[in-house]
């Protein structure tokens, strides 16, 4: 079996794949300052949670974009596992062209969700990932990545409105009873809520200008489900995109 590992800035994502069966997932929160033998041991409780153990991993594959990490989870998967991970960076086929001013700058995770795309839905299409940051990627009709335009994610909107506001209290990330908020709880949670699905709609339609009418949308990351509830333009939830764009670079660059 294959373990995908996705380290983002907030969330920790992994897969467990029996050739094309994504067979377990789970997402966990970032800690920054874990040691090896910390995520060692989470990976062997996740593993045997899900009713296996080491031996039967065969291989791994991470993409991150925490580079203090990276090197974290190498030696807690090789330690732990007896598996060095396949990393996704410079030098990995993937299947992708870039059409970036540096491509280099381009995310690992971003890369693999345009390999995603390419393999399981076809381009052309914009990719919503919900995560640390909200991101739209352009991905062309032949699967190229194109580019596409970074927000702050959610999440930092609404720890950004607590910390520099006097008066305004953290809040539950949910939908509240209306639109126009009655007391402070729901109106933020209206501003932030509506507010980004208002981004989402907008920023759709203004890559579908320039893809074509024919571009699929596809929204993934931990709050594509709050947003997407909310919004038909999401056409397609893939909350595990990017663990399935990482099986299949691991693929790729196998023999």
Known sequence: MLLAIDVGNTNLTLGLYRGEERIAAWRLATAHERMPDEYGLQLLGLLEHAGFGPKDIDGAVLASVVPPLTGTLLQACETYLGRRPLVVDAGVRTG???????????????VVDAAAVK????????VVDFGTATTFEAIS?????????????????????FQRTAKLQRVELSRPPSPIGRNTVHAIQSGLL????????????RFRKELGPGMKVIGTG??????AAETDVIQIKAPWLTLDGLRLVWEMNQG
Do not use: Q, S, T
């Not at 393999?119 to 914009?126: I, M, V, W």
């Not at 009709?141 to 409105?161: K, N, R, S, Y």
């Open 194 to 205: 509506f507010g980004y699905v208002g981004l989402v709609e907008g920023m759709v339609a």
């Open 141 to 161: 009709a032949e699967g190229d990545f194109m580019g596409g335009a970074i927000a702050p994610g959610i999440g930092i909107a609404a720890e950004a409105l």
């Open 222 to 227: 931990g709050l594509v489900d709050l947003i």
């Open 96 to 110: 992708v062209r870039i059409h970036y001013d540096d491509p280099k700058a381009v995310g690992a995770d971003r």
């Open 119 to 126: 393999k399981l839905y076809g381009g052309p299409a914009c």
